[in-house]
T-cell receptor
Framework: AQSVTQPDIHITVSEGASLELRCNYSYGATPYLFWYVQSPGQGLQLLLKYFSGDTLVQGIKGFEAEFKRSQSSFNLRKPSVHWSDAAEYFCAVQLGAGSYQLTFGKGTKLSVIP | EAGVAQSPRYKIIEKRQSVAFWCNPISGHATLYWYQQILGQGPKLLIQFQNNGVVDDSQLPKDRFSAERLKGVDSTLKIQPAKLEDSAVYLC????????????FGPGTRLTVL
């Protein structure tokens, strides 16, 4: 069965510092890959997604993610974190054509020190 | 464009009571999803509708959970009777009928079972 692993439960960074959140997936083929953000009391918002093509994907709010097939990874990055980025981040996979179900990782909570 | 609406936002009940959640998806979205998000975990799909038909309910505990989507628009998720382990946030999402399309999430209903 496919699975998504986010190895870091909680990360704390200083405002202005760079950020990388890790995501690894387990699946025979390359699934569709997503990053969502969830602020307290809010639903999930899509940051970016990867289906094919360029392995570096740009998203909203200055985030980007890089797909690495050899490592089965899809890590999320931001060069300079803002205090408003404090939230929980979820990596998710979708099997591909004909499938709509998203399988989520357990999430990484990001805290930002002013 | 109005987002996905859910009500109520919060609900506290005693175990063995029943509860119902309501979701109004984004206009025109054929696909509707209900997810359960237990504290500290990522959302888990409970049921997926395509128009008013069920596509996937393999992870729905059918002895106590039920859902319907009359007329292919609004949807209701019911739990009867509730157990302590049902305490979670119940998220509704909707999307266009196409793989890889973004799922738009509502703010969720936080259920506490005492």
């Amino acid at each position: 069965a496919q699975s998504v692993t986010q190895p870091d439960i909680h990360i704390t960074v200083s405002e202005g510092a760079s950020l990388e959140l890790r995501c690894n997936y387990s699946y025979g083929a390359t699934p569709y890959l997503f990053w969502y953000v969830q602020s307290p009391g809010q639903g999930l918002q899509l940051l970016l997604k990867y289906f094919s093509g360029d392995t570096l994907v740009q998203g909203i709010k200055g985030f980007e993610a890089e797909f690495k097939r050899s490592q089965s990874s899809f890590n999320l990055r931001k060069p300079s974190v803002h205090w408003s980025d404090a939230a929980e981040y979820f990596c998710a996979v979708q099997l591909g054509a004909g499938s709509y179900q998203l399988t989520f990782g357990k999430g990484t909570k990001l805290s930002v020190i002013p | 464009e109005a987002g996905v609406a859910q009500s109520p936002r919060y609900k506290i009940i005693e175990k063995r009571q029943s509860v119902a959640f309501w979701c109004n998806p984004i206009s025109g979205h054929a696909t509707l999803y209900w997810y359960q998000q237990i504290l500290g975990q990522g959302p888990k799909l409970l049921i997926q509708f395509q128009n008013n038909g069920v596509v996937d309910d393999s992870q729905l505990p059918k002895d106590r959970f039920s859902a319907e989507r009359l007329k292919g628009v609004d949807s209701t998720l019911k739990i009867q009777p509730a157990k302590l382990e049902d305490s979670a946030v119940y998220l509704c999402a909707s999307s266009w009928l196409r793989t890889g399309n973004e799922q738009f999430f509502g703010p969720g209903t936080r259920l506490t079972v005492l």
